[in-house]
């Protein structure tokens, strides 16, 4: 590939960093190893349940759930 194809795939990947900081960091950060630990975490995001992620939980009853709920804490 040519510099002049592999430029826009490379500014998107930039510009979608720099829009969505919050939720990588976040999702980075709400991974526990305990299903209660996920769910204490939930409540304080407002959201219910927990997300089996491998051997590690997350937050929310689904991704979309948590990803809503991470975009509107600040």
């Not at 592999?6 to 991974?31: G, R």
């Amino acid at each position: 590939m040519t510099f002049s194809r592999l430029f826009p795939i490379a500014a998107l990947a930039m510009l979608s960093q720099l829009l969505m900081p919050t939720l990588v960091h976040s999702q980075a950060n709400d991974m526990f190893p305990t299903k209660s630990a996920a769910e204490k975490r939930a409540k304080e995001l407002k959201c219910t349940g927990s997300l089996a992620m491998g051997s590690e939980w997350m937050p929310c009853a689904s991704f979309e759930t948590y990803q809503k709920a991470v975009s509107k804490e600040k």
